[in-house]
């Protein structure tokens, strides 16, 4: 068995409960294969086998005191995975289906992420079974306190900077980074995605779903061809979706779905700037279900359903497709239907939207497949930016800072396609960005010793 298969096997053996997190490590360890004969030093230092155990996990109660004065407790997580190229980096998930192989998998792909975006950022991740879904904005204030009280001694802004994810937006980054102050006493770029007002960086929240949408510019220029005119398909309707349908209308695509936990709507004439207003509205302030969206432009809903199954069930064409909503939404089943439906490129705007069987039907059917750790780095590389800027204790323009998430993406288009080039997979993103991020990570655990 190859040295790669031995650290699958052990990982399969002593992290069994974890099937996400054994998932990703699946994923990465295997397209690092074509790259481990050139690099015996690796073996030697027994990388491979310590790249996939945290640096530490923190595991602690959030107990807080609901509306009706009753005391509520919940898991909270944060998982400090690797430090080798900077201060752990990562967001916070507050979802109910959170657990520790979750955040163990999410911890996981950061570093490989981090490491692409080119900045110094090492992998982390956190969050909690909290669902911030149908409670108060005092509730959730008293949760993310009540989160913060355990938290704040372990972060630092040379030791590990938190941001948002699913269920963590702009409010509750505000009550974690105004509790984070009340403790501390101290203004510090401790937590990413903050308000313009408190040190936030312009073009955060747009970061992800714009870079999403750029990784696949890229893509699709390989082969002479741009998202102008083309029908798309974008799953969720949170922050990633959101701003992913932005750039995507301002380039003259046109998106024809959008989804929440509830169900998913089609919409053949377009999800344009003005309905787009209405799902912010709808889903950042009334925290309302698409099945309004559905009834206010009188398109089909179709409820309990995933758009992957809406658009195989329904046979419509989509020619690209980005995944914006959580892990494993895309199966064998829904990837072959969007080939045959005509899709030509899925960039990944969640993380490990797609399973491994989903994977081998892009790449057996020549479909432009960007992975989450690349496609959707914008996020983190702009949260990397605001980090830059509190320690200038200065701000980029908008335009400034637009300007070097289309740089980082760029970049990291081209070092993951010229490492598949290198290790004889051209064109496959997947282990060139696999191979690309770990490299960096790799040499300096080599360069560190054995610690
Ligand atoms: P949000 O919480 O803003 O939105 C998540 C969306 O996905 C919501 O529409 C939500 O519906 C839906 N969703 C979540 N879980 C499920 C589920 N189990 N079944 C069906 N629908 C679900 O999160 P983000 O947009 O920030 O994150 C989306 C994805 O992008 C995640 O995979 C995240 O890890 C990834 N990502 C996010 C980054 C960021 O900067 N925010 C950066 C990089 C990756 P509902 O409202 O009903 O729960």
Request: hydrophobic share 40%; with cysteine; net charge negative.
């Amino acid at each position: 068995m190859s040295i790669i298969q031995d650290v699958i096997a052990n990982l399969v053996e002593k992290e069994n409960g974890q099937p996400e997190f054994i998932q990703a490590a699946r994923e990465v360890l295997n397209s690092l294969e074509p790259m481990v004969q050139k690099h015996p030093d690796f073996i030697k230092a027994k990388i491979y086998d310590r790249i996939v155990i945290p640096d530490r996990v923190i595991m602690f109660r959030v107990p807080w005191v609901d509306d009706q004065g009753e005391v509520q407790i919940n898991r909270g997580y944060r998982v400090q995975f690797n430090n080798a190229i900077g201060p752990y980096k990562g967001g916070l998930r507050f979802h109910p289906s959170v657990n520790l192989g979750i955040i163990k998998f999410l911890g996981f792909e950061q570093i490989f992420k981090n490491s692409l975006t080119t900045l110094p950022m090492g992998g982390a991740k956190g969050g909690s079974d909290f669902d911030p879904k149908g409670k108060s904005d005092i509730e959730v204030m008293h949760f993310c306190q009540a989160f913060m009280r355990e938290l704040y001694r372990h972060i630092g802004e040379d030791t590990d900077v938190p941001a948002g994810d699913i269920g963590v937006g702009a409010r509750e980054i505000g009550y974690l980074y105004g509790y984070y102050l009340k403790i501390v006493n101290a203004n510090a770029s401790v937590l990413t995605g903050k308000g313009l007002e408190f040190g936030g960086s312009l073009i955060r929240p747009e970061a992800t779903g714009y870079g999403a949408v750029y990784f696949a510019l890229e893509m699709l220029a390989t082969r002479g061809l741009d998202v102008q005119g083309k029908v798309c398909a974008v799953s969720g309707s949170g922050n990633v979706a959101q701003y992913t349908i932005e750039k995507l209308n301002q380039l003259g695509a046109r998106v024809v779905t959008l989804s929440d936990s509830n169900g998913t709507i089609v919409d053949a004439a377009g999800i344009d700037q003005e309905k787009l207003h209405f799902i912010l509205e709808l889903k950042n302030f009334r925290r309302g279900r698409m099945n309004e969206y559905a009834q206010k432009f009188n398109v089909p809903y179709y409820p309990d359903k995933h758009v992957w199954e809406v658009l195989r069930e329904q046979n419509i064409k989509v020619e690209i497709a980005f995944p914006s909503a959580h892990e494993n939404e895309i199966d064998r089943a829904n990837a072959e239907s969007l080939v045959k439906n005509g899709c030509v490129c899925v960039s990944e705007g969640a993380n490990m939207p797609s399973n491994l069987d989903a994977i081998q039907v892009y790449l057996d059917n020549n479909v432009l497949f960007g992975p989450g750790k690349a496609a959707n780095a914008g996020g983190v590389a702009v949260s990397g930016l605001e980090m830059s800027q509190n320690s200038m204790r200065m701000s980029w323009s908008r335009e400034e800072v637009d300007q070097k998430l289309q740089v980082i993406m760029k970049n990291i288009h081209r070092n993951s396609l010229e490492a598949s080039e290198a290790y004889g997979v051209p064109g496959n993103y997947l282990v060139g960005a696999n191979i690309a991020g770990f490299l960096k990570v790799a040499k300096a655990m080599l360069a560190y010793g054995i610690v």
